[in-house]
T-cell receptor, first 111, second 113 residues
Framework: EAQVTQNPRYLITVTGKKLTVTCSQN?????MSWYRQDPGLGLRQIYY???????DKGDVPEGYKVSRKEKRNFPLILESPSPNQTSLYFC??????????FGDGTRLSIL | DQQVKQNSPSLSVQEGRISILNCDYT??????FLWYKKYPAEGPTFLIS?????DKNEDGRFTVFLNKSAKHLSLHIVPSQPGDSAVYFC????????????FGTGTRLKVLA
């Protein structure tokens, strides 16, 4: 079954404690992306990757890092999380000429 | 500056009637548009798309219309069904197949049985 898998699904943590949200896809897609969803703001793109070792900033990259060492994985790293990064996060993958497939989301609460 | 706007946060429609969801954009470089549907506790799922070379695309009960001069697109659902109740996002990108997307804020559709 074609899937984009995010872990964890829920996380409550504290300011400044580094965390990583993993994203894995089994469709051999070249493109992967991270979004955050906030009330009244819709989905905003954080970072995207066009292939292994190729990443670029989206609209709201501040405070986030990503890496793409393997085609299937695209982790989102918060080196020093702050309360304004409390949000619902979605990972997506996309093959050439295809629409994006989204994971089911990770709800992060940073106290 | 919100480049893609969905000005109606919510919409209620009777089952069997038409649902019309609207989306406006400001960037004339956008040439590929998509609609996604999102249920609670799930990720968005792709619904339908349209390229700027077309003004209409149809898939079953779903039709997307694009008015480039007005920088406006709309999603029509006919007939609406209770299972269509969800949040709908429109999205735009600069080139078909590109990887940078701008999403609207979403419209919550409720179809009443």
């Amino acid at each position: 079954e074609a899937q984009v898998t995010q872990n964890p699904r829920y996380l409550i943590t504290v300011t400044g404690k580094k965390l990583t949200v993993t994203c894995s896809q089994n469709m051999n897609h070249e493109y992967m992306s991270w979004y955050r969803q906030d009330p009244g703001l819709g989905l905003r793109q954080i970072y995207y990757s066009m292939n292994v070792e190729v990443t670029d900033k989206g609209d709201v990259p501040e405070g986030y890092k990503v890496s793409r060492k393997e085609k299937r994985n695209f982790p989102l790293i918060l080196e020093s999380p702050s309360p304004n990064q409390t949000s619902l996060y979605f990972c997506a993958s996309q093959g050439v000429g295809q629409p994006q497939h989204f994971g089911d989301g990770t709800r992060l609460s940073i106290l | 500056d919100q480049q893609v706007k969905q000005n109606s946060p919510s919409l209620s429609v009777q089952e069997g009637r038409i649902s019309i969801l609207n989306c406006d954009y400001t960037n004339s470089m956008f040439d590929y548009f998509l609609w996604y549907k999102k249920y609670p506790a799930e990720g968005p799922t792709f619904l339908i798309s349209i390229s700027s070379i077309k003004d209409k695309n149809e898939d079953g009960r779903f039709t997307v219309f694009l008015n480039k001069s007005a920088k406006h697109l709309s999603l029509h659902i006919v007939p609406s069904q209770p299972g269509d109740s969800a949040v709908y996002f429109c999205a735009a990108s600069g080139t078909s197949g590109t990887y940078k997307y701008i999403f609207g804020t979403g419209t919550r559709l409720k179809v009443l049985a």
